[in-house]
């Protein structure tokens, strides 16, 4: 009987402790973000996605509890002094190409969505790049 039940707490327990890959650092990343393409729960998952993103980041900052590393709102101030918005549609695009290589994947979504802002700001090549090593250092797992 105690077997029975170690191994019913074993089957319960192992897939909540396994690290899912679809997140890094406790965000979701690339392969949470190709997996919303395989949902049909909402028309848009990612539209949605992004929308709540940023909606929860203006509570944070709203509340003084916003802390963003590989933040890029200066980045964002730069594309509205140009004279113009930041197109939800058009980053989820972006956001698309920028997963379609598959180092990316383990990158988070809010990062990634960060590297677009930054493509839209018109950094260079170099800048994006230099971006995007320090993007995936942060996400690679730490060797153990």
């Known amino acids: 009987m105690k077997s029975i039940v170690l ?7 192992l897939p909540v ?6 997140y890094t650092n406790n965000s979701e990343n690339g392969y949470m973000w190709l997996d919303f393409e395989k949902r049909m729960i909402a028309k848009n998952v990612k539209y949605d996605f992004l929308s709540s ?4 980041d203006k509570l944070k900052k709203l509340s ?4 963003d590393e590989f933040g890029c709102d200066n980045d964002i101030k730069i594309i509205q002094i140009g004279g113009n918005q930041v197109d939800l549609v058009e980053i989820e695009k972006l956001i698309d190409e920028f997963y379609s290589f598959e180092d990316n994947l383990i990158i988070p979504i809010r ?9 839209l700001a018109g950094n260079s090549t170099i800048e994006l790049e230099t971006y995007k090593d320090k993007l995936i250092n942060f996400s690679k797992p730490e060797l153990k």
Do not use: H, P, S, V
């Open 7 to 13: 191994f019913l707490c074993l089957f319960i327990l």
């Open 64 to 67: 003084g509890n916003y802390k």
């Open 53 to 56: 993103m940023l909606e929860n």
């Open 17 to 22: 402790l396994t690290q899912d890959k679809r």
């Open 111 to 119: 990062y990634a969505y960060c590297y677009c802002i930054k493509q």
